[in-house]
């Protein structure tokens, strides 16, 4: 009389159904604790040696993409130094002219074979190389002297200067043909 009934003898009714409603979510809201297991994650892998080599694949392909990018000039995958309209329009201030600093490391070069001839002109040999060092580094200074009211102009006053110096004259003192991201308008042209 007062126990529990060893069989029920009602049946489960049926679910029912509710009309499917334009805007509204139609299923029942998850629990948090289903929610989070489906999240979690381990630490450490169980199988470290697969994860250690997933992990190396990633990296290989993100390389792959920067390397690509450096060729293409595509701004998704630049690295962060060289990302930003800000950062291509300095690479390109660079890149329409001809920069007395491109042309160092060959005269170096030429001028530690000659030095091997030594002889009283390799004195003056020298001299002018250490003068054409200061020549560059002064066309570098008016270079960033001409460049950086442009930026303020075309980006706005707010814009952040910091490093672009430093960057401007690092890829002028780069040949042509080595610089990375590689150069994307012509010698004469305008910047982008």
Same mark, same amino acid.
């Given at each position: 009389?007062?126990?529990?009934?060893?069989?029920?003898?009602?049946?489960?009714?049926?679910?029912?159904?509710?009309?499917?409603?334009?805007?509204? +979510? /139609?299923?029942?809201?998850?629990?948090?604790?289903?929610? &989070?297991?489906?999240? +979690?994650?381990?630490?450490?892998? %169980?199988?470290?040696?697969?994860?250690? $080599?997933?992990?190396?694949? %990633?990296?290989? &392909? /993100?390389?792959?993409?920067?390397?690509?990018?450096?060729?293409?000039?595509? &701004?998704?995958?630049?690295?962060?130094?060289?990302?930003?309209?800000?950062?291509?329009?300095?690479?390109?201030?660079?890149?329409?002219?001809? /920069?007395?600093? &491109?042309?160092?490391?060959?005269?170096?070069?030429?001028?530690?074979?000659?030095?091997? !001839?030594? *002889?009283?002109? $390799?004195?003056?040999? !020298?001299? @002018?190389?250490?003068?054409?060092?200061?020549?560059?580094?002064?066309?570098?200074?008016?270079?960033?002297?001409?460049? +950086?009211?442009?930026?303020?102009?075309?980006? *706005?006053?707010?814009? /952040?200067?910091? @490093?672009? %110096? #430093?960057?401007?004259? #690092?890829?002028? !003192?780069?040949?042509?043909?080595?610089? #990375?991201? +590689?150069?994307?308008?012509?010698?004469?042209? $305008?910047?982008?």
């Amino acid at each position: 009389m007062f126990g529990r009934k060893k069989q029920q003898d009602e049946t489960p009714s049926p679910v029912q159904e509710r009309p499917q409603r334009e805007g509204a +979510k /139609n299923r029942p809201t998850p629990k948090r604790r289903d929610q &989070e297991a489906a999240r +979690k994650r381990p630490l450490v892998q %169980a199988d470290r040696k697969s994860a250690k $080599a997933a992990d190396r694949a %990633a990296r290989r &392909e /993100n390389a792959q993409k920067m390397r690509e990018a450096m060729m293409t000039g595509d &701004e998704r995958h630049l690295p962060p130094r060289d990302k930003g309209p800000v950062r291509r329009f300095v690479r390109d201030a660079v890149d329409v002219r001809w /920069n007395l600093g &491109e042309l160092l490391l060959p005269l170096m070069l030429a001028v530690l074979v000659l030095s091997l !001839f030594a *002889g009283t002109w $390799a004195t003056y040999v !020298f001299l @002018g190389v250490y003068v054409l060092i200061l020549i560059a580094i002064v066309d570098v200074w008016l270079l960033w002297r001409r460049t +950086k009211p442009k930026l303020l102009q075309r980006f *706005g006053a707010d814009t /952040n200067l910091r @490093g672009l %110096a #430093m960057y401007l004259a #690092m890829r002028a !003192f780069q040949m042509r043909r080595t610089r #990375m991201p +590689k150069p994307m308008v012509e010698r004469g042209d $305008a910047p982008r």
